[in-house]
């Protein structure tokens, strides 16, 4: 069998990262940047970081911030004639995955006009050209899309969300500076968190999971279990250790795929406007108890990885504790357990969305729609 592995051409991380843009722009000759970047960090300064080196090397930019959370067609035709008119040669995303997926589907479709329809993108799009030339800089540390090749657009029409794959979508550069991070409230520093943490167990888990990726999931669950708790109280070894953690899953979920907390926490977003952290931390314990006996004994190694004594447990004792330590991480850093707007009438349209996503057919066990169903009533 052969696996492929698509990484970023290069990425910098650590303390003050960010300052090898300019030097980066300067040695590809590129002459005015497209930011991406949502309005909240534009109005807490934030996106500024960025725009003070690019005004201090004589740098010309445009903002675009007219992102969502959960980013929408919408957003991404308005950014693809924004683009057009400004006369960027390359981009640069600041933000979580909302900034980072609205100026992939944009670089994308600049390069690729055939595809302009955004729908057209939804699955693995048969592009033939690499996006813009993207400098990604996340601000969160989380969806990892900085390093992946996918990236989730909504469709507020049909309530939905769909998630594209593309090898050409990857950013050229990654700047992972946990300065960027530090700013984030403690509600989005732990639901981004128990996103990866989401990214590295489904990873590590899904069907088409082998060794490489294995090997970086699993450190990635140590670094996620052992710093999300510091980073959510700010500390600097904690962010430290998230933006670390976040993208070494993301390296390795992004060419393994993920399963059903995804699809079904993208439902939850599509119908509900969820934050897609907290929806997948909901569903993540849900969905382990269900996927746990197709899973071997990788539930022994996700216990061990979060800190866990395994010593003389059975394959069920192991299993419950893998369970629950993500359950406690879970509770610890404040996420709630129950979803107050999930009504039963929803059921059948949220059973049938999730089931269609693109993420379930990577889960290691097959659900049903009554399985969604009944998954889904968990969190009522």
């Known amino acids: 069998m052969v696996n492929r592995f698509v990484l970023n051409g290069v990425s910098y991380h650590g303390k003050g990262a960010i300052q090898e843009i300019p030097g980066i722009i300067q040695s590809k000759g590129f002459q005015k940047a497209f930011i991406a970047s949502d309005p909240d960090l534009v109005k807490f300064n934030v996106t500024k970081k960025i725009t003070d080196l690019l005004d201090a090397a004589g740098m010309a930019y445009e903002v675009y911030s007219d992102i969502k959370p959960n980013p929408t067609i919408e957003n991404v035709l308005s950014g693809v004639e924004a683009y057009k008119k400004s006369g960027a040669d390359y981009m640069i995303t600041v933000g979580g995955g909302s900034s980072m997926d609205t100026g992939k589907a944009i670089g994308i479709i600049i390069n690729n006009p055939e595809f302009a329809d955004v729908?057209?993108?939804?699955?693995?799009?048969?592009?033939?050209?690499?996006?813009?030339?993207?400098?990604?800089?996340?601000?969160?540390?989380?969806?990892?899309?900085?390093?992946?090749?996918?990236?989730?657009?909504?469709?507020?029409?049909?309530?939905?969300?769909?998630?594209?794959?593309?090898?050409?979508d990857i950013p050229d550069i990654a700047i992972v500076d946990p300065d960027m991070m530090s700013t984030m409230p403690k509600g989005l520093t732990a639901s981004t968190g128990m996103d990866a943490l989401t990214h590295?167990?489904?990873?590590?888990?899904?069907?088409?999971?082998?060794?490489?990726?294995?090997?970086?999931?699993?450190?990635?669950?140590?670094?996620?279990?052992?710093n999300l708790r510091a980073a959510v109280q700010n500390e600097q070894e904690g962010r430290e250790g998230m933006a670390l953690g976040q993208f070494v899953t993301g390296m390795a979920f992004s060419n393994v795929g993920l399963g059903i907390a995804h699809s079904m926490a993208h439902t939850l977003g599509a119908v509900y406007d969820t934050p897609h952290g907290v929806a997948c931390a909901m569903m993540l314990p849900i969905v382990m108890e269900f996927n746990a006996d197709a899973t071997g004994d990788k539930f022994k190694y996700i216990a061990e990885a979060m800190g866990v004594d395994v010593t003389g447990m059975d394959q069920a004792a192991y299993r419950k504790a893998a369970i629950d330590a993500v359950r406690q991480l879970s509770i610890d850093v404040g996420i709630p357990t129950k979803l107050d707007k999930l009504k039963e009438e929803d059921l059948d349209f949220l059973a049938e969305s999730a089931a269609a996503d693109a993420c379930a057919p990577g889960n290691p066990k097959d659900a049903s729609i009554e399985d969604f169903k009944n998954l889904f009533r968990k969190l009522m």
Not at 200 to 223: M, P, S, V
């Open 119 to 168: 729908r057209s993108l939804e699955g693995v799009a048969p592009t033939k050209n690499r996006t813009v030339y993207t400098i990604a800089v996340p601000t969160t540390a989380g969806t990892a899309a900085e390093a992946t090749i996918n990236y989730v657009i909504t469709d507020v029409e049909k309530k939905r969300k769909f998630v594209c794959v593309d090898v050409n």
């Open 200 to 226: 590295a167990i489904e990873g590590y888990t899904t069907r088409a999971a082998w060794e490489l990726a294995d090997c970086l999931n699993l450190e990635a669950i140590k670094l996620i279990s052992r």
